[in-house]
């Protein structure tokens, strides 16, 4: 987890306080600055502010960037009285273009994160596949590598290798076509996420033959892989499976 993750409540602090330490500045050369100019400058404010990632950062920057604006920038000065109609204007559209810009920021950062993730999810596959193929190293090598892609793609606590043989009680288990399910019933993973009072299974087999299960722990934190995620560890898992098959007996 970043600083800005565990720290949203000093992120949305610095949100707040910013907008009114540049105001202020801005309000010493006053005369030389055009309160559009000074509209534009919050802006910044607002825009480097949602890019924390952080979306009522953003808004609380808009917000403040409006209020501090009204309060340095427009007669009255030190009021948050506003006359000129020039500058309502200027302070409503602050606070629309901010929010926009917080929202046009965070869908950047969410388009960001999702193909990075799918990258991610590709050199897994592909760095799993390489050692299948040529096969550079032993199984418990495979098992090793698969057993921490399948951490970092799902974002869970921990997923070790269970061999045939060694129960493990679970109601709960990943199906091969990325759904979830306990006891037969499908869970919504979207929305309620991984469940953190059970483990979850994943058979690896082979044509059948079934070799063992990666055992995966999501007990600390409520998790919520896509279908996509679910699917890449599905195939991670039949690379094994098809490593295992082919060991000789």
């Given at each position: 987890m970043s600083y800005i993750q565990s720290h949203r409540s000093v992120v949305?602090?610095?949100?707040?306080?910013?907008?009114?330490v540049v105001?202020?500045?801005?309000?010493?050369?006053?005369?030389?600055?055009?309160?559009?100019?000074?509209?534009l400058v919050l802006v910044l404010v607002v825009v480097a502010a949602a890019a924390t990632g952080q979306r009522a950062a953003g808004i609380v920057a808009a917000l403040s960037?409006?209020?501090?604006?009204?309060?340095?920038?427009?007669?009255?000065?030190?009021?948050?009285?506003v006359t000129d109609s020039d500058d309502i204007q200027t302070t409503v559209l602050l606070l629309v273009v901010g929010v926009a810009v917080s929202e046009i920021a965070l869908w950047g950062r969410r388009?960001?994160?999702?193909?990075?993730?799918?990258?991610?999810?590709?050199?897994?596959?592909?760095?799993?596949?390489?050692?299948?193929?040529?096969?550079?190293?032993?199984?418990?090598?495979?098992?090793?590598?698969?057993?921490?892609?399948?951490?970092?793609?799902?974002?869970?606590?921990a997923?070790?290798?269970?061999?045939?043989?060694?129960?493990?009680?679970?109601?709960t288990t990943l199906e091969h076509d990325g759904t979830v399910a306990r006891r037969?019933?499908?869970?919504?993973?979207?929305?309620d996420g991984l469940p953190t009072d059970d483990l979850i299974t994943l058979d690896v087999s082979n044509r059948g033959?079934?070799?063992?299960?990666?055992?995966?722990?999501?007990?600390?934190?409520?998790?919520?892989?896509?279908?996509?995620?679910?699917?890449?560890?599905?195939?991670?898992a039949d690379q094994v499976a098809a490593a295992l098959a082919s060991r000789p007996a």
């Open positions: 949305i602090g610095y949100a707040l306080i910013a907008p009114l105001a202020a500045l801005l309000a010493t050369i006053r005369g030389g600055v055009t309160s559009t100019t000074a509209a960037s409006g209020a501090w604006f009204d309060f340095f920038m427009t007669e009255p000065y030190g009021s948050f009285k388009q960001q994160a999702r193909a990075s993730r799918r990258a991610g999810y590709l050199d897994g596959v592909l760095g799993t596949a390489d050692i299948v193929a040529l096969r550079q190293g032993s199984p418990e090598t495979l098992i090793d590598r698969v057993s921490h892609q399948i951490v970092e793609v799902l974002d869970i606590d997923c070790r290798f269970s061999p045939q043989g060694d129960e493990v009680r679970s109601a037969g019933q499908t869970l919504d993973v979207d929305r033959a079934r070799h063992g299960r990666f055992v995966l722990t999501a007990s600390t934190r409520t998790v919520r892989p896509t279908l996509e995620q679910r699917r890449v560890v599905v195939l991670l």
